[in-house]
């Protein structure tokens, strides 16, 4: 059973940073375009940054651009997020996904079938 489980998550004050995981199980991600998605209350599930399988493009969304970093370890089947100078407007459930078939380019929300439980942030002011 494929499994994506994020961690990391808190509640933290404007400025600080965290960083979230998201560990694979079930099957290796290696050749698999991933991303980060976020969900605030009341608003749509948005992308934050994705990243191609083999890494060598990478998209982020103009809010975090500068601030997130999308980094991959291939060995341990694990996905990170580097959260850096957290905003309020950050606040929002996290999500980790992979496309469902791979050597995609990950640019597709579409193209993600598989997705974690999603962990908390909380940036206060």
């Known amino acids: 059973q494929v499994q994506l489980v994020e961690t990391g998550g808190g509640l933290v004050q404007a400025g600080d940073s965290l960083r979230l995981s998201c560990a694979a199980s079930g099957r290796s991600f290696k050749n698999y375009a991933m991303g980060w998605f976020r969900q605030a209350p009341g608003k749509e599930r948005e992308f934050v940054v994705v990243?191609?399988?083999?890494?060598?493009?990478?998209l982020y969304a103009d809010s975090v651009k500068g601030r997130f970093t999308i980094s991959k370890d291939n060995t341990n089947n694990t996905l990170y997020l580097q959260m850096n100078s957290l905003k309020p407007e950050d606040t929002a459930v996290y999500y980790c996904?992979?496309?469902?078939?791979?050597?995609?380019?990950?640019?597709?929300?579409?193209?993600?079938?598989?997705w974690g439980q999603g962990t908390q942030v909380a940036v206060s002011s």
């Open positions: 996904a992979a496309e469902t078939n791979p050597y995609g380019v990950g640019f597709n929300k579409q193209a993600y079938g598989y």
């Open positions: 990243r191609s399988w083999d890494g060598r493009r990478t």
